[in-house]
Every structure is written in C-alpha cells, then in structure tokens.
C-alpha cells in the first residue's frame, strides 16, 4: 500500500507542473490568438489556421513599433500618448500599464537589482527588488530612500516599501532566480542542492 501512495505521490509531483504549464501555454497562445484572430476569423471562414491571429499581432506590434521611430507616425503617436494622459481616470491606468510594461521591456528595466532588506527590530531579511532609486521626484524628503517591491509567497503579488538607503544591501543574485526562491518560499534553492548532493 506504501508503495501504491509513493508512486503515486510521484506520479503527482511529476505530472502536475507539466499538466500546468501546457495548460498556460494553451491559454496563453488562445488569448493572443484571439487578439486579432476574433477580427480575421469573419473573413478567412474554413481557411482560418490557430496562429494566425497570433502572428497577425505580432506584425502588427512590429509594424506600429518601427511607425513609431519614424517622423510624422512617431509624432502622432506622441499626441495619442499625451492625450492619454491628460484625460482623468484614463491616465491612472494608462500611465500604470505604460510604466510597468517599460519597467519590463524598457531601456530602464526595473527588477534588474536584488536586494536584502533589514525587517524593523529584528535579525530577519527579506528579498525584493528595487524599483526606483529617485523618489525625491514623489515626495522630496525621502530623496534618502529607495523603492522596494517584495513579492510574496506562491502569489503573484507583494508589497512596495520605502526603505532607507543604508538598509538595503544590493546582492549578486539574478532575479530571475531571486524571483523563483521568493515565489517558491525558498524550496527551490533547496531542490538545487539536493540535485548537487
């Protein structure tokens, strides 16, 4: 019976992250499919193919990137921008997805230093990741302070904290990898080193 459950534990812990992630994967590729694929389905009837809409909007992004380099395109796409944010509400939203997708993709990455963060009154340390090194631009009398996004534990979410400079030790850790032990609760450096021992 012991054997049975083993096996069958095994079974689980092998076949579960496989069965997730195809499963992402498919919901993923669906999604951005049907970005431009809802569009050209009407259209093509029999002779639509999965993937056309995901590479239709590939060549779009691609086609709207490089209009944006150039002169008369990149000037109205700087109006649309700055109309953006000038309408209320609209420009909350707009200028929170902008900065996140340029924090990503950006010339200034974000998530690009790790850090140690000292918790208040005790020895602990918590991992983050700075976010911004300015914030004198939001509020001047923590021009002394940095910006750190702690993530939280098996969640895609976590907590930004103003931190004084001195508290904040920059590691030489990836963040990939930094990501990884924060989100895993620590388990996956702990499965590297049972692979290694």
């Given at each position: 019976?012991k054997t049975i459950l083993k096996n069958f534990i095994n079974g689980i812990l092998t076949i579960?992250?496989?069965?997730?992630?195809?499963?992402?994967?498919?919901?993923?590729?669906?999604?951005?499919?049907?970005?431009?694929?809802?569009?050209?389905?009407?259209?093509?009837?029999?002779?639509?193919?999965?993937?056309?809409?995901?590479?239709?909007?590939?060549?779009?992004?691609?086609?709207?990137?490089?209009?944006?380099?150039?002169?008369?395109?990149?000037?109205?796409?700087?109006?649309?921008?700055?109309?953006?944010?000038?309408?209320?509400?609209?420009?909350?939203?707009?200028?929170?997805?902008?900065?996140?997708?340029?924090?990503?993709?950006?010339?200034?990455?974000?998530?690009?230093?790790?850090?140690?963060?000292?918790?208040?009154?005790?020895?602990?340390?918590?991992?983050?990741?700075?976010?911004?090194?300015?914030?004198?631009?939001?509020?001047?009398?923590?021009?002394?302070?940095?910006?750190?996004?702690?993530?939280q534990t098996f969640q895609v979410a976590g907590f930004t904290f103003l931190v004084p400079k001195?508290?904040?030790?920059?590691?030489?850790?990836?963040?990939?990898?930094?990501?990884?032990?924060?989100?895993?609760?620590?388990?996956?450096s702990t499965s590297k080193q049972k692979e290694i021992g």
């Amino acid at each position: 019976m012991k054997t049975i459950l083993k096996n069958f534990i095994n079974g689980i812990l092998t076949i579960v992250p496989i069965i997730l992630v195809i499963y992402v994967i498919y919901k993923t590729f669906i999604f951005l499919d049907s970005l431009l694929g809802n569009f050209l389905r009407p259209y093509l009837h029999e002779d639509y193919i999965p993937g056309i809409g995901l590479l239709s909007t590939i060549v779009l992004i691609t086609i709207l990137g490089w209009l944006s380099t150039k002169y008369i395109t990149g000037k109205i796409i700087k109006i649309i921008d700055w109309l953006l944010e000038k309408i209320p509400v609209v420009k909350t939203i707009y200028s929170v997805i902008k900065d996140t997708i340029q924090s990503f993709l950006g010339d200034k990455k974000s998530f690009s230093k790790v850090a140690l963060v000292v918790v208040p009154g005790t020895e602990m340390r918590s991992i983050g990741f700075i976010t911004s090194e300015q914030l004198e631009d939001f509020y001047s009398p923590l021009k002394d302070h940095v910006a750190v996004y702690v993530p939280q534990t098996f969640q895609v979410a976590g907590f930004t904290f103003l931190v004084p400079k001195e508290q904040v030790e920059i590691i030489d850790v990836k963040p990939e990898d930094a990501m990884k032990f924060v989100l895993s609760g620590g388990m996956t450096s702990t499965s590297k080193q049972k692979e290694i021992g």
